[in-house]
Nanobody
């Protein structure tokens, strides 16, 4: 069973950058595609980005395309989310998870959710 721990969140101003990390325990991290999701205050959890198991394919929500970059280091069992040009609308708890289902975009295709890391962007 892979366990995931997110870190790197914080309070920043609009236009700033943050890099989130998702550290995985267990030996099977490199076997799975991974994703980032977020849940803003009063909102449903939504897809942010995903990456294939080897890192050669990436997928992004339209709202973050061009600003966020997902990457992974399988040697370090770590998933990353580089977030640039942050906006107040990016304020949310960010979660990483392992893709076990068919869709890259649906949270129902993911499992082993981390506890989340809070990102707050002030205007």
């Amino acid at each position: 069973q892979v366990q995931l721990v997110e870190s790197g969140g914080g309070l920043v101003q609009a236009g700033d950058s943050l890099r989130l990390s998702c550290a995985a325990s267990g030996q099977t991290f490199s076997s799975y595609a991974m994703g980032w999701f977020r849940q803003g205050p009063g909102k449903e959890r939504e897809f942010v980005a995903a990456i294939s198991w080897i890192g050669d394919r990436t997928y992004y929500a339209d709202s973050v395309k061009g600003r966020f970059t997902i990457s992974r280091d399988n040697a370090k069992n770590t998933l990353y989310l580089q977030m640039n040009s942050l906006k107040p609308d990016d304020t949310a708890v960010y979660y990483c998870a392992i893709r076990v289902g068919a869709s890259y975009y649906r949270d129902s295709s993911y499992n082993n959710w981390g506890q989340g890391t809070q990102v707050t962007v002030s205007s």
